[in-house]
């Protein structure tokens, strides 16, 4: 007989969700009587390889309930990015902890994670289970219509543009908000959902999917800005030119790079001010703000998808599910059945790991600057419940006696 202890951890960048899906691991793996321990390891893969690890299995269910409506990591993150070397080190400590089932909830290097040690204990005779669980406000995990917590930080996107129109409309000008996405527009995407008149903003959107030009840019917000007498834009952080060289870089004087050697994107707010500067420079109007949104898309606490959470929730249940009444290592993928319902899937963990979904040209409008109705069908049922709305004064005017 085994053990009966289980690792559960989390990695990437936090969500409004991905506790969601710790505890709908932590709480299924209580209806197994063959779980004898769940254990979380903090700050995910450098957790295991440091042995920091805290006892689930005393935690109360209600106190576990609590957490699961929090935003962000509750067992805390990392950025590591594991090679063979470090994969093999996490395998020594779940073998020495006489672990049997890991479960790591992330994103693409997550998955790859997952992949190489589960190579590893089958190569040892080792019987592990090794399941990844999907998340990411990225959208980009390939085999998966959608990915948890994507939903609850375009929810956040959609209305933080609505806002940013209403107050554009009130003192007309040129807004920019630079949105995260490197590889996939997704997330940038979905400011076209806070959009109801058909002069509202966004009036452009910009996603890393299609070429960006400086000079087509300047264009579009110049007839834009002539046609409503305003004009609000859509960015993802990760527009580059023909070459794939970040427009960041190019406009840049000084590049910062993260630990990983990339453009740092998300943790500045350069672009915004790079091309606001160009607007101002090259187009001579005067209002002109930017704002780049960075961390707060990803945990913005109060408003999240009712939608998001119940299938982070089951993302997790379903992991231990496949784990316990599987005989396979796998990723799990959400896929959409109906109008609208979702179902589960156990993908092979090579068809996930290390690859990157970028939007389908069916959600990109020919112009290159917009969505598609198929983008907006497909995002609004995961926005959830109880998405706001604005409204207009449908005003009377008043005859000018002074100015005829």
Known sequence: MGSGKILVAQGGGPTAVINQSLVGVALEARRFREVTKV???????????????????????????????????????????PDLKYCAEIFNVLRAHEIEHFFYIGGNDSSDTVRIVSEQAR?????????????????????????????????FVAQAFAGANLDNASLPGVYVGVVMGRHAGFLTAAAALGK????????????????FSIERFLADVKSTYERYGRCVIAVSEGIHDASGEPIATLLAKEVE?????????????????????????????????????????RSFIGCVSDVDQREAREVGEKAVQYAMWG????????????????????????????????????????SGTDVTDAFRLYLRPLLGSGMPDAYRLRPAPVAKILKR
């Open 39 to 81: 254990y979380g390891a903090l700050h995910g893969v450098r957790g295991i390889i440091d042995e920091n690890f805290v006892d689930l299995t005393q935690e109360t269910s209600h106190n576990l309930e609590l957490v699961a409506a929090t935003p962000s990591s509750a067992l805390g993150s990392t950025r590591d990015k």
């Open 123 to 155: 190569a040892a005779g080792y019987p592990l289970r090794a399941i990844h669980i999907p998340k990411t406000i990225d959208n980009d995990l390939v085999g998966s219509d959608h990915t948890p917590g994507f939903p609850s930080a375009a929810r």
């Open 196 to 211: 109801k008149f058909p002069d509202d903003g966004p009036h452009l959107i910009y996603l890393p999917e299609r070429v």
């Open 257 to 297: 790079r993260d630990a990983h050697g990339n453009v740092q994107l998300s943790g500045t707010g350069a672009l915004a001010d790079l091309l606001c500067d160009e607007i101002k420079a090259k187009l001579g109007i005067k209002r002109v703000r930017g704002d780049t949104f960075g961390y707060l898309q």
């Open 327 to 366: 005989d396979r290592d796998g990723s799990v993928a959400i896929k959409r059945t109906g109008f609208y319902s979702a179902d589960y899937e156990l993908l092979p963990l090579e068809t996930v790991a290390g690859k990157t979904r970028t939007m389908e040209d069916e959600f990109i409008a020919a």
